[in-house]
């Protein structure tokens, strides 16, 4: 029996011919939050892409709740239970926030099961439900790209950058509604505002160019401010 929800055994993924992961390791405890680390272009994005399947990792492997789960289609992994939120802020603009939630479902009712829990979470999608996402300020649609990840019932988040490009009174709501959802589901997410991720999340993973170099507990990791300069350049 696994200690942990993910795990990510040294995973090395291509894009083309680019050689992006180098021997990724990540391991996600259930109920948990884990942050990914490192400057931009180490690779964080690509872990998570690489676990959801749409860049797969040519060799390692990553297990999901005990199954093996590389070499599987995107929309396949999903259905196994892992929800995707990835950075920009991807929703369909064209799209009242209804529809774009609607579209989000698994299952039929699987938005009226969990409309409670999303409006409690983000109280500005009920009030604007009817509008078209590209109507909504850019912290809203961030707020609909989560919400849209929590409509079917899903044991583990991938959440790219939540906090990027947002004002500080969003960002406070938007870690605000990751700590609650977390009490729901296991959140592995990439963050590069050091100081939102480390009064967020508990577990952390650092990647340099390719390569997971360090993990442990974010709390000791803010003490340690020489591996914090060397590797995410933060004084």
């Known amino acids: 029996m696994t200690d942990y929800i993910l795990e990510v055994q040294?995973?090395?993924?291509?894009?083309?011919?680019?050689?992006?992961l180098e021997g990724v390791t990540v391991q996600v405890p259930p109920g948990?939050?884990?942050?990914?680390?490192?400057?931009?272009?180490?690779g964080k994005t690509t872990t998570l892409r690489s676990i959801i399947g749409l860049t797969p990792p040519r060799s390692g492997q990553i297990i999901f709740k005990g199954e093996v789960i590389?070499?599987?289609?995107?929309?396949?992994?999903?259905?196994?239970?892992?929800?995707?939120?990835?950075?920009?802020?991807?929703?369909?603009?064209?799209?009242?926030?209804?529809q774009n939630l609607q579209i989000a479902e698994r299952q039929k009712g699987d938005l009226d099961r969990k409309a409670d829990f999303i409006f409690t979470l983000f109280p500005d999608l009920k009030r604007l439900y009817t509008l078209?996402?590209?109507?909504?300020?850019g912290g809203q649609q961030q707020m609909l790209a989560v919400a849209r990840a929590l409509v079917p019932d899903n044991d583990l988040l991938l959440i790219d950058e939540p906090s990027e490009g947002l004002a500080p009174v969003i960002i406070e709501q938007m870690m605000e509604a990751i700590r609650q959802l977390s009490s729901h589901?296991?959140?592995?997410?990439?963050?590069?505002?050091?100081?939102?991720?480390?009064?967020?999340?508990?577990?952390?993973?650092?990647i340099e160019e390719g390569l997971s170099v360090h993990a442990g507990l974010i709390a000791d990791l803010v003490q340690d401010r020489d591996l914090i300069k060397t590797y995410l350049g933060v004084a």
């Open 10 to 20: 040294n995973i090395h993924t291509f894009i083309g011919e680019f050689h992006i």
């Open 132 to 137: 078209p996402g590209g109507n909504l300020s």
């Open 185 to 206: 589901t296991t959140v592995l997410l990439v963050e590069q505002n050091f100081q939102v991720a480390s009064r967020l999340a508990e577990r952390y993973v650092i």
């Open 32 to 42: 948990s939050i884990t942050v990914l680390l490192g400057r931009n272009g180490a």
């Open 70 to 98: 590389q070499g599987r289609r995107a929309y396949h992994i999903a259905r196994m239970g892992i929800g995707y939120v990835p950075e920009n802020r991807i929703i369909f603009r064209d799209l009242t926030v209804a």
